[in-house]
């Protein structure tokens, strides 16, 4: 008989307990890390000097000076502005080949570089030439494969700092090497291939521009630059390289810049915690979601609104915060922390003595000021309109906002379980980590008693003010077990109540709560239920909001349960989890589990086997972290006309099963998703395989996608910071 793969064990019906690792003693893998090279982009157009935003040329000058040469003439950079000027010396400009070269060599010339014995090569429309006793000859080169490059339209040409010739074409970029020729494509990674030029820099570096972003070769991969983000114009019509190693485009919408910025992690937490202070906080509470602006990249006005999700947000924000203040010892990390506590804290008590007032221990999902128009006018008719085109079991009822006793607040009913995820994953890391005194600690106590209370009194449902749960409030095993609406919610619920009870006694010291774990786990199948918490096709299926909410459950769940054989066989399931999330390069998602699953066993009656991250999950989780751009904007960006991705296969486009095909969705070549400098999302629940992000520079996003992970590697000892 073949013996089963691991995950046949999860029908298994013998599981041997194996005991919880003591972390403190496990060696921690980690990265050190101190300074490290943040890419910034900057973008240039009239409104900084240039004469006009068609920019046709960039040079630079022998003393380091960046000249653009526009539609309307020269402009000289000083400082940090352009100023007009008269055409410089033109044989003071690096590279400078004398006019009369151009006249030998033939075709359509698209570039002309210098080689190390000073002969020219020329990338043209006639293929690649070299200069040769006085006249350009074609330099054939061929890739053993049969074929032949550079023998018509060559775009660019270039050597690196290594002495290498590049040169670039509709077939990809090749590089002459001492080895022989090395050629890319998409399969080696290369990004796109409509080239205009190529430009050489430091240490075996190399930038490509193209008709639709640039790309950047760091002697080993490429990596592409497109859209607002990075570039005023994706059209590249010339790049220099600055003294500094600073990357500048000539594009038709402006000058780009792309530099590299020394800086540490906590100094780039620091400008995300500056940014959440000085643009994203809402309310004297501090909610923490996106904002919207007046104008395109205009951080002057901000247009602040709520958000469905501001509970889980600052949540998931606050939890950072404790994890940085005990990581660091910071006092502006704990009073961050706290006042997260008392923005949550508040969303369970407005919701009381009010006109319309749910059961006790509800919270709202958030709040707005009552000086604000009502946001009750027209709902009734959208919450019809979404019950009979998008969801049958949408609640239609009024009102949606009701009003806090004292007039102050509306605050937003119909609460959903992310909401709740979110707080009982904060609620617990604040009371371990940051509540010192016994009145802080009980502060804590009463909120997470007086919601689990609610949940258990209800058989296990959130109820809303009209006497019945909230649309996505059902925890109960009616609905999770015998409701074929609920079928696949089953395991995230099952995994989400476990997670709540275990939380409330490890905060409560009260068994009741893991009574409540038992009954439910041997009468109704709770813990049968979350080992799968949702129905996967393989990585790209699922819904990363689920995910998002399962990796905090699965987090709190296997940290304070005190049933051993309960933890044991979560870890399998939060193993099995991970493996469908390795792909993603989630920080997030990689600490929460290395936290626990680092040389972690597990037995069963095959054997042991280690439930230990594969490798590569601390360095994606560090490329993501170090990668994530400062520009919290939502540029839009395209990757699906790459070369180096894949998309998906049909399994695992959907959702659930019933749904129809999505399209859009893809990898980049080495398996993975596509990095995070390619991508705009504003939370960890955004899917990661979209390949076309939309956006306009009108929304700004806040740093907790930073800071959570990035508090959390620190606390857990994953990242360590140099001096």
Same mark, same amino acid.
């Given at each position: ?48 000097? &240039? ?77 690649? &030439? ?67 030029v190529a430009q050489a820099g430091r240490n075996g570096e190399v930038w490509f521009g193209t008709h639709l972003g640039a790309i950047y070769f760091n002697g080993k991969s490429f990596s592409y630059r497109q859209g607002r983000r990075w570039l005023p114009n994706d059209d590249i019509r010339s790049i220099v390289i600055d003294q500094n190693g600073n990357a500048w485009f000539a594009t038709a919408g402006g000058v780009g810049l792309i530099r590299r910025q020394e800086m540490t992690l906590a100094e780039k937490a620091e400008f995300y915690e500056d940014e959440m202070q000085r643009y994203i906080r809402r309310t004297p509470f501090g909610y923490v ?172 449902? &959130? ?20 409701? @074929? ?7 995230? @619920? ?230």
């Amino acid at each position: 008989m073949r013996r089963p793969q691991l995950f046949s064990s999860l029908v298994a019906a013998a599981y041997i307990s194996v005991a919880l690792i003591d972390l403190a003693t496990a060696k921690t893998p980690h990265v050190e890390i101190g300074l490290y090279p943040q890419e910034v982009a900057e973008s240039f157009t009239t409104k900084q000097g &240039l004469p006009s935003n068609d920019i046709r040329n960039i040079y630079r000058d022998l003393n380091g000076a960046i000249w653009a040469n526009t539609e309307k003439g020269w402009a000289v950079f000083k400082g940090k502005t352009w100023l007009p000027s008269k055409s410089p010396n033109f044989r003071q400009l690096v590279g400078h080949i004398p006019p009369a070269k151009y006249e030998a060599i033939g075709g359509q010339v698209k570039q002309v570089t210098i080689g190390p014995s000073g002969k020219l090569y020329a990338a043209t429309s006639i293929g690649l &030439l070299v200069e040769g006793d006085g006249k350009f000859e074609p330099l054939i080169v061929e890739d053993g494969l049969g074929r032949r490059w550079g023998t018509s339209d060559v775009r660019a040409v270039t050597v690196d700092s290594e002495e290498q010739l590049w040169f670039a074409t509709l077939a990809g970029a090749a590089c002459q090497t001492p080895q022989g020729w090395k050629f890319y494509t998409g399969v080696e990674g290369l990004p796109y291939n409509d080239f205009t030029v190529a430009q050489a820099g430091r240490n075996g570096e190399v930038w490509f521009g193209t008709h639709l972003g640039a790309i950047y070769f760091n002697g080993k991969s490429f990596s592409y630059r497109q859209g607002r983000r990075w570039l005023p114009n994706d059209d590249i019509r010339s790049i220099v390289i600055d003294q500094n190693g600073n990357a500048w485009f000539a594009t038709a919408g402006g000058v780009g810049l792309i530099r590299r910025q020394e800086m540490t992690l906590a100094e780039k937490a620091e400008f995300y915690e500056d940014e959440m202070q000085r643009y994203i906080r809402r309310t004297p509470f501090g909610y923490v979601s996106e904002v919207s602006l007046k104008n395109p990249g205009d951080k002057s006005e901000i247009q602040y609104h709520d958000s469905d999700n501001d509970g889980l947000w600052t949540s998931m924000y606050g939890a950072g915060e404790c994890f940085a203040y005990a990581a660091t010892g910071e006092a502006k990390a704990k009073d961050r922390a706290k006042r997260a506590f008392e923005a949550l804290r508040f969303l369970q008590k407005v919701t009381q003595n009010c006109d319309h007032s749910p059961p006790k221990g509800y919270v709202a999902r958030t709040i707005r000021s009552t000086d604000l128009p009502d946001p009750n006018i027209g709902r009734l008719k959208r919450d019809r309109r979404e019950r009979d085109r998008e969801d049958s079991l949408w609640k239609v009822y009024e009102p949606r906002w009701p009003k806090s006793a004292d007039g102050k607040w509306y605050w937003k009913s119909d609460t959903s379980s992310d909401e709740i995820d979110g707080h009982y994953f904060f609620y617990p890391l604040y009371y371990d980590l940051v509540a010192e005194t016994e009145e802080e600690k009980e502060r804590v106590r009463e909120v997470v008693r007086d919601l689990t209370d609610h949940l258990i009194e209800h058989d296990y449902n &959130l109820v809303d003010h009209d006497g019945k749960p909230t649309r996505w409030g059902h925890y109960g095993p009616e609905s999770v077990n015998h409701d @074929k609406s609920w079928w696949s919610e089953r395991g995230l @619920k099952s995994l989400s109540m476990l997670s709540y009870l275990a939380v409330a006694e490890h905060i409560t010291g009260d068994s009741k709560y893991a009574e409540r774990i038992q009954e439910l786990v041997e009468d109704h199948a709770y813990l049968t239920n979350a080992m799968i918490y949702k129905i996967h096709r393989g990585p790209g299926s699922g819904n990363q909001s689920d995910d998002e909410m399962a990796f905090m459950c699965y987090y709190n769940l296997v940290k304070y349960t005190k049933d051993e054989e309960l933890r044991d066989r979560m870890m399998l399931s939060f193993f099995s989890a991970w493996i469908n999330e390795q792909p993603e390069r989630n920080p997030f998602f990689n600490f929460a589990y290395a936290a626990f699953g680092v040389d972690w066993q597990y037995q069963d009656q095959w054997g042991t086997h280690s439930l230990t991250p594969w490798a590569g999950w601390l360095e994606d989780s560090m490329a993501t972290l170090k990668g994530l751009p400062l520009d919290r904007l939502n540029w839009a960006s395209k990757n699906s006309h790459r070369l180096d991705v894949r998309f998906l296969r049909r399994q695992q486009t959907s959702v659930d099963a019933t749904d129809g095909l999505r399209g859009g969705v893809g990898y980049h070549v080495d398996g993975k998703v596509i990095p995070v400098e390619n991508r705009h999302f504003n939370h960890w629940n955004t899917n990661p395989w979209n390949l076309d992000y939309g956006g306009n520079g009108r929304q700004l996003g806040n740093g907790t996608v930073f800071l959570l992970p990035y508090y959390m590697g620190l606390y857990h000892g994953f990242i360590v910071e140099t001096p």
